[in-house]
Each structure stands twice: as structure tokens, then as C-alpha cells.
T-cell receptor, first 112, second 113 residues
Framework: QQQVKQSPQSLIVQKGGISIINCAYE??????FPWYQQFPGKGPALLIA?????SEKKEGRFTISFNKSAKQFSLHIMDSQPGDSATYFC???????????FGSGTKLNVKP | EAQVTQNPRYLITVTGKKLTVTCSQN?????MSWYRQDPGLGLRQIYY???????DKGDVPEGYKVSRKEKRNFPLILESPSPNQTSLYFC????????????FGQGTRLTVV
């Protein structure tokens, strides 16, 4: 049973558009929600992360929206660029650093 | 430069032939972890280590072993590889002081025939 469910599996967005990727979780003990970006042939790299005491975190064109009551969080990429084309993973962990539970990934393709 | 180094990057082997994938980090992290990445399944944890000589199973440990004799190294051992272990493997080193972050290696693509 997957602890973190991610959608969509793939996403095509025009340059300049908004990319939105959604994740949902069940375990209310999770207290750290990172997003990772992975380019082909590379390992995932941390993009942005949020803790459940805030509802939104913004870093440049990337924003995480967090809805604690719905147990959902999403990544918004504003003004999407072809260089953003990558696979994105949401994840969740508890306060013990032992384990990150990853979503199944979203392959984003930003068309010029 | 902060790095997690995995070797080899690519490996094709035959069923039953023991192999080791090495992982080394230069950040003095206590926590390290191994994941496998399969299409549609994301990254699934195989084993993790909280410090030297302290390891434990993740979600998919069957067919794998690990050891942590030194803080910087965390090798993944497949004693008798089988075709269902064909996958992309990632080692991660986890920063726990300040901002929590998992640093991943470049990955090892393993094919077992």
C-alpha cells in the first residue's frame, strides 16, 4: 500500500503555463513533506519542502500548497520553462529521518 | 563539494552471481539509505542505516544485504541476484541538522539476466 499517492503520472504544459502536481497521504504522523526533482540520468535533488505548521511555501517559481485537514499537498510551478522538464516526486517522512515515503512520480514535459 | 558517489553506474550480470554496489558520502552524515526506482512505483526503500553498525530493513529488503562499517560507506550487496532485481538503485545520505534533506547519488542501473 502506497503511503503517498501522486497524480498525474505525466503532464504536458506549454511554456509560461502553470504546472500542478498533487499528492495525498493518510498517515497523520508525517511532519515533513519535500518535493524532489529528477533529470534523466541523475539522482533526485531536493526542490522545496514544507512542514505542516504552514499552509504555503514559495521559493521563486515553485510553491507548495499544504492542506492539513484534507491530507493533501501540491506543487505549483509558475511560468513553467522547458528546463523544468523532469520527473517530480513528492515525499513524506516522520520525525525520525529513517524513512522517506515517495510518491510514484510525475513526468513533466514543458513544450516551448 | 557535497557528494554521494555510487559505483558502478551501469551493471549487467547473470542470475546468481554475487555483486556489490558501493556508496560513499563526504558529508559526515549519520543516516544513509538505499532505494530502488521502478516505473510507476516511485522510490522504495530497501535498507537504511542510522549510524555505524546500525542498519534496518526498509519496505523491500528481500534479496539484499547492507553493511555500515564506516560512517562514509554503505554498500548494497546482492548475494544471489534474480531478474526481478533489475532496477535503478539510488543511495541517499540524509542531512538531519538544520534543514532535513536527502542527498542522492547518481544511480546504478542494474540488469540481471
Amino acid at each position: 500500500q502506497q503511503q503517498v499517492k501522486q497524480s498525474p503520472q505525466s503532464l504536458i504544459v506549454q511554456k509560461g503555463g502553470i504546472s500542478i502536481i498533487n499528492c495525498a497521504y493518510e498517515n497523520t504522523a508525517f511532519d515533513y513533506f519535500p518535493w524532489y526533482q529528477q533529470f534523466p540520468g541523475k539522482g533526485p535533488a531536493l526542490l522545496i519542502a514544507i512542514r505542516p505548521d504552514v499552509s504555503e511555501k514559495k521559493e521563486g517559481r515553485f510553491t507548495i500548497s499544504f492542506n492539513k485537514s484534507a491530507k493533501q499537498f501540491s506543487l505549483h510551478i509558475m511560468d513553467s520553462q522547458p528546463g523544468d522538464s523532469a520527473t517530480y516526486f513528492c515525499a513524506a517522512s516522520m520525525n525520525n529521518f529513517n524513512k522517506f515515503y515517495f510518491g510514484s512520480g510525475t513526468k513533466l514535459n514543458v513544450k516551448p | 563539494e557535497a557528494q554521494v558517489t555510487q559505483n558502478p553506474r551501469y551493471l549487467i550480470t547473470v542470475t546468481g552471481k554475487k555483486l556489490t554496489v558501493t556508496c560513499s558520502q563526504n558529508m559526515n552524515h549519520e543516516y544513509m539509505s538505499w532505494y530502488r526506482q521502478d516505473p510507476g512505483l516511485g522510490l522504495r526503500q530497501i535498507y537504511y542505516s542510522m549510524n555505524v553498525e546500525v542498519t534496518d530493513k526498509g519496505d523491500v529488503p528481500e534479496g539484499y544485504k547492507v553493511s555500515r562499517k564506516e560512517k562514509r560507506n554503505f554498500p548494497l550487496i546482492l548475494e544471489s541476484p534474480s531478474p526481478n532485481q533489475t532496477s535503478l538503485y539510488f543511495c541517499a545520505s540524509i542531512q538531519t541538522r538544520g534543514n532535513t534533506e536527502a542527498f542522492f547519488g547518481q544511480g546504478t542501473r542494474l540488469t540481471v539476466v
